[in-house]
């Protein structure tokens, strides 16, 4: 039997934007990517100054909110994958954050 190993590179991150509502992220292939911020609890619960206090990763490859704790990478975005934080881990932060 023979295997066919593929391998998928995803295209790295150029660009972030934020609105009320969306992630819209660019790419290094020149599409566009967005996903509600609702699919991340923790950008929901952030003021504008945290969620503009970001910076790319791994050569583009993710997106980190300092102030959030939080990571998002390129791939989870364009593979349409929301936020994978349990609620009991969630809900720990917003406690730390509410003291």
Do not use: C, Y
Not at 16 to 30: H, N, P, Q, R, S
Not at 56 to 77: F, P, R
Request: no cysteine; glycine share 4%.
């Amino acid at each position: 039997m023979t295997t066919l190993a593929v391998d998928i590179t995803f295209p790295l991150i150029t660009a972030v934007e934020l609105t009320e509502d969306l992630l819209v992220i660019e790419l290094a292939d020149g599409r566009s990517i967005s996903a509600p911020i609702a699919w991340f609890p923790r950008l929901v619960h952030a003021n504008p100054t945290e969620r503009q206090n970001w910076r790319l990763i791994a050569k583009g490859q993710g997106i980190h909110w300092i102030d959030l704790d939080e990571d998002i990478s390129a791939e989870s975005l364009i593979m349409g994958k929301p936020s994978a934080e349990s609620q009991q881990s969630f809900q720990r932060w917003l406690a730390a954050r509410n003291t």
